[in-house]
Structures are given as structure tokens and as C-alpha cells.
């Protein structure tokens, strides 16, 4: 049932029947306090302690997070873009500039892409004045690993195969951890996912970490993917929904074994190129001393910001954490 219903998304002859894909936002009908929802399939999630949780530059009051759970896939949450404009251009540079270089690993065959490429991707690509091998280097990217890196042929984290966690990434994720109540949450090891229009990830599960029982966050950015969630086995029927720019994702409890994939990307997003107002910057210096405040500054200057622009234009990108050891453990 998985495979048939990744099929009939993916498929790439005729368009593909959108009306069951879920669409969190349009789902959810404000009743008196209580938010109803279409065939009880999207709940509203309240978070108990906002007050208590000290937010990020770039990411919005959580006071005003809208979190929803669904009715039929117990432990999936998903936050509906949390972040300022700011913050989505933030992460997609950090994306895209900074996590696919040396010590972290990336996808980039050795057999088609120099040192050079493979060792700082966004900056070659930045220098390739020739249309073609642009277009080469620019499709080419779809993942980097960093904190464990993933084994994608023996799914089998290594002591000895890590890079550091960046400080920045780490706060963020620990947000989200602690709004929901994961606040002993350690992210450990990253994916991130490059998905150029027309691409797919297929059906999989995540099972290599000995830690199976903490939750796994995703964050996504760019254009709109087709996620399908589903159950422990292939047998049952997926839910299609939505992902857009700036959803974060949450796997938890009973889902974070479940299968899962992205059959199609679809260009939703009109490219956003406008100068962004400054004042949120100056928060940058308060707030925290993790993020990078030089890129927090940047990313609002127009013409900083459009070789990034052009990228995610017709791009997803997805960072996928997990811990990877269980409580109390130092090593694997
Ligand atoms: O792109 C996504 O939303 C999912 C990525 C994923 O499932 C993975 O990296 O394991
Ligand atoms: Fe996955």
C-alpha cells in the first residue's frame, strides 16, 4: 500500500490527484475555544510551559507557534513555520554555505567532483561560470552529514566517523526539545537533505540509532515536499501532507519507527528577494551567543542573499536530527 501510494505521487506523466494530501493549516476550523478539525485528522497541540522557554533570533514567540498533532499517526507533531523570514533565509544559508564542507561528509562522488567540490561545495559552485557544470554541481548535492555521520550502506554509526554539532543548530533543536517537553534531548547526528525539484526520497525507516525512543526533529525549507507518513509496516496506508517552508516536524513516541518518505516536491514558494526590515538583527546580540550574526545581518541584504535566493527557488532542503546514544552513554 506505501509503495502504490508513493507511486501515484511521484508519478511524473500526469499530475498527480492532490485532494487527499493534508493540508495542516486548512484543516483546523476555529470552533468557540476549541480548534475542530476536518475528519479528526489535525488536532491542535497547546504547549504548557511557553513562558518559560527562551527563544532564538529568528524564531517566533512560541506563545504564538501554531502545533498540531494527527488523529490517525500518534507521536507526529508538526509546528507550522515558527520562524521569521529571517530565520528561514538564516538556516537555508547555513544549509547551503556552510554545513556541506570538510570535516562534514557530503554525497559527492570522487569519481565526478574535484577535491575542491567536495570539500566546499557552495563555493565552487558560486565561482562556476559555465552553465552547464553550474547546473552539474548545483543538482548533484543531496546530503551532508555531520555530529555521527549516517553509513547509508551498513546503517551503523561509528565512534570514530563524527564532525562537530554546530552550536547554533544545536540551540535550535534544543528549543523545540524542550517546548515539548524533550528537554533531555541530545541531537547528535544531522542529515541534511537536498531535494532539487523532481526529486524523491523513498519509502524508509530510521532504525540505526541505538536510540530508538527519542524523538527525531525535522526542519524544512524552501519549496513544499509531499510527505507521506506512515505505520510500522509497508501494508498500511499512508497520510500524504504537506511540509512547507519553515514546518518543523517532530517524530516521536510511536511514530519514530513508522515508514516514511517524500514522493514529490512542489514549487509553491515565489522567490524572496526583498530587503529585509533590520531591527530583528539587533535581538541577534542579546539573545544568545550561538547563531552566526554576521549571516543573521546578511541574509536580509538582497544581493547577499540571491545566489541562495535562486537556489531554494526551485529546492527543499531538509535537516533531519536525531540523538544517536542512549541516556547516560558518552560513547557508542
Ligand atoms: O525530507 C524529509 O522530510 C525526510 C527526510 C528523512 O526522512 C530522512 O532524512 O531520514
Ligand atoms: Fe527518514
Known amino acids: 500500500m506505501f509503495k502504490l501510494v508513493f507511486k501515484q505521487y511521484k508519478c511524473k506523466s500526469t499530475s498527480p490527484d492532490l485532494t487527499e494530501v493534508v493540508k495542516i493549516d486548512d484543516c483546523v476550523v476555529k470552533g468557540n475555544d476549541q480548534e475542530k478539525s476536518d475528519n479528526n485528522i489535525v488536532q491542535r497541540l497547546s504547549i504548557s510551559n511557553v513562558e518559560s522557554l527562551q527563544t532564538m533570533p529568528g524564531v517566533k514567540s512560541p506563545k504564538d507557534w501554531r502545533t498540531y498533532t494527527l488523529t ?20 537555508s544559508a547555513r544549509c547551503l554555505r556552510d554545513f556541506p564542507r570538510t570535516p562534514n561528509i557530503v554525497n559527492l562522488n570522487e569519481r565526478l567532483f574535484d577535491e575542491s567540490v567536495r570539500s566546499d561545495w557552495w563555493k565552487q559552485l558560486n565561482l562556476c561560470s559555465d552553465g552547464v557544470e553550474f547546473q552539474r554541481i548545483k543538482s548533484a548535492m543531496r546530503w ?8 547509508w550502506d551498513t546503517k551503523i554509526y561509528d ?3 563524527q564532525s562537530p554539532f554546530p552550536e547554533d543548530l544545536s540551540s535550535l533543536c534544543g528549543l523545540f526539545a524542550q517546548a515539548l517537553g524533550y528537554a533531555d534531548f541530545k541531537p547528535e547526528a544531522a542529515i541534511v537533505n537536498y531535494y532539487p525539484v523532481g526529486s524523491t526520497l523513498s519509502g524508509h525507516t530510521d532504525h ?18 509531499i ?15 504537506y511540509l512547507q517552508s519553515g514546518d518543523v516536524m517532530i517524530m516521536s513516541g510511536e511514530s519514530r519507527l513508522c515508514y516514511h518518505a517524500v514522493p ?3 514549487k509553491t514558494q515565489a522567490s524572496a528577494t526583498l530587503s529585509l526590515i533590520i531591527e530583528d538583527v539587533d535581538n541577534a546580540d542579546i539573545k544568545t551567543r550561538t547563531i552566526d550574526k554576521d549571516l543573521f545581518h546578511d541574509v536580509g541584504n538582497p544581493q547577499f542573499w540571491e ?13 533531519n536530527i536525531r540523538q544517536v546514544l542512549n541516556p547516560g552513554d558518552v560513547k557508542l
Not at 144 to 151: A, K, L, P, Q, S
Open 208 to 225: 540505526s540509532e541505538p536510540n530508538k525512543s527519542a524523538p527525531l526533529f525535522s526542519f524544512s525549507f524552501g519549496q513544499t515536499a
Open 307 to 319: 545566489p541562495f535566493s535562486r537556489y531554494m527557488d526551485d529546492s527543499r532542503i531538509n535537516i
Open 227 to 241: 510527505f507521506l507518513i506512515g505505520g510500522r509496516s509497508l501494508e498500511e496506508k499512508p497520510t500524504a501532507i
Open 264 to 266: 514529490r516536491i512542489i
Open 72 to 91: 490517525n499517526h500518534p507521536g507526529i507533531i508538526v509546528i507550522r513555520n515558527p520562524f521569521s523570514e529571517r530565520g528561514r533565509r538564516y538556516w
Open 159 to 161: 565512534e570514530e566517523m
Open 144 to 151: 551532508t552529514t555531520f555530529g555521527y555521520h549516517h553509513n
